[in-house]
């Protein structure tokens, strides 16, 4: 798995129904973090542009809706947006812009030829009041103003075709507050944090392999059907074999068709390998580091269970710590993932409701990994695992999910 360099994060934009319908496109820096200060806004407008549309594809991150990009004055007077889309692209004039006769005359010219404006954290004042008639969008800021204020603005403005956009929505109470005051669109971390996308990361998960799992978790699987439901994904199919080729877990002979694959390994391993192909391969903001993550509680659960929970098969285990970042890598709800996932009800219990010996063990896993040692000799006690097993369990894991990685990118 190549380790990725282009990121955007991308927070979406809903109307009053809450269904997105748009996203705001935010610059993140290599390790896909708010870069503060140390990047200027021309030059983090520029890399927004040149990874979404250049390296990612406008296709792939605009998923179809409006994109909104904050622009400088300086880069709004360079007629920066020309080469981009009219009908994908919102413009949002940054609040630092003040009108004047540059600035109008650059508004003129991007409404002449198609382009929707916005006026970013707006409040109205004298020095960009003039704007007002180039815009089709008002962004008002929810932390930064009061009721009074933007009744003030919306009441002056009534006469002008706007659009009202409330960002900074936190809170339900806060939405709600936004919808009786008759804004249209609406953005926060309410709704959802922003999203990091790259190039290599566009969730593709395919819904091929809830009807392979369906099989295979059923009560009597027919294998020949299960081969033949691989066999009919190429993509799969060559991961699958290209996995169990370079891993020691076969080391008696080439592995050469599915059906072969099968009878070798066997349900309850092919359960576990096709976890992992469906994760690695769903994409995330990174997703070596969020994949390795889920190998490793995947493993150390599985190494745990064949210690202290020999009553129940392994798969269980490994399939929890698998499924416990799968919202971050497909950049989904959790409820919405597992709901369709053919598993056992006890996972969708630790994971959605925070129930049972499974969720424990997760919570054991979690706070080994944060380095909490105090919580994981509480929870160790509670559940009678001990200390020493499960630090060889997650030294273990580690080994191993740094070769799955290899083995999956070819370095190993």
Not at 301 to 318: C, I, Y
Request: hydrophobic share 45%; with cysteine.
């Amino acid at each position: 798995m190549e380790k990725m360099d282009v990121y955007v994060a991308r927070q979406p934009i809903f109307n009053r129904e809450e269904q997105t319908v748009a996203y705001e496109l935010l610059y993140r820096n290599k390790e896909g973090k708010h870069p503060g200060k140390s990047i200027n806004g021309d030059e983090a407008t520029i890399e927004v542009l040149s990874n979404s549309i250049l390296t990612i594809g406008i296709d792939q991150i605009s998923r179809g809706k409006k994109l909104y990009v904050n622009f400088t004055e300086n880069l709004l007077l360079q007629d920066f947006p020309i080469f981009l889309p009219s009908n994908k692209l919102v413009i949002e004039l940054l609040e630092q812009i003040d009108a004047n006769a540059e600035v109008e005359a650059a508004c003129q010219q991007l409404k002449a030829k198609g382009y929707t404006l916005a006026l970013d954290d707006f409040l109205l004042s004298d020095s960009n009041k003039e704007l007002i008639k180039y815009a089709d969008i008002i962004k008002v800021d929810f932390l930064d103003t009061t009721k009074a204020e933007r009744k003030r603005m919306k009441e002056e403005l009534a006469h002008f075709p706007l659009t009202w956009l409330a960002e900074k929505v936190e809170t339900r109470e806060q939405l709600q507050e936004a919808l009786d005051e008759g804004f249209d669109l609406f953005q926060g971390f309410f709704f959802a944090r922003p999203t990091i996308v790259s190039a290599k990361s566009i969730p593709q998960f395919s819904g091929h392999y809830f009807v392979i799992l369906d099989e295979m978790m059923g009560s009597e699987p027919d294998i020949l059907k299960i081969a033949h439901l691989i066999e009919s994904d190429l993509s799969l199919s060559y991961k699958l074999l290209k996995l169990l080729n370079r891993t020691a877990f076969i080391q008696r002979q080439k592995v050469k068709t599915i059906h072969q694959a099968i009878m070798l390994i066997g349900l309850e391993e092919l359960r576990k390998w096709l976890f992992f192909i469906m994760i690695s391969s769903s994409g995330s903001a990174c997703p070596e580091e969020v994949v390795h993550i889920s190998l490793v509680r995947a493993k150390t659960l599985e190494l745990l269970a064949l210690h202290h929970f020999r009553e129940e098969p392994p798969s269980l285990f490994f399939l929890l710590g698998m499924l416990s970042m799968i919202d971050a890598l497909i950049n989904q709800p959790m409820d919405k993932l597992l709901q369709d996932l053919p598993i056992d009800e006890r996972i969708k219990q630790a994971l959605l409701f925070e129930e049972g010996t499974l969720f424990q063990l997760l919570r054991l896993i979690t706070a080994a990994e944060r380095g909490h040692w105090g919580e994981v000799s509480e929870i160790s006690r509670t559940l009678q695992v001990e200390e020493s097993v499960l630090s060889a369990c997650y030294q273990n894991a580690l080994e191993w999910a740094d070769s799955m990685i290899k083995a999956e990118t070819g370095q190993g």
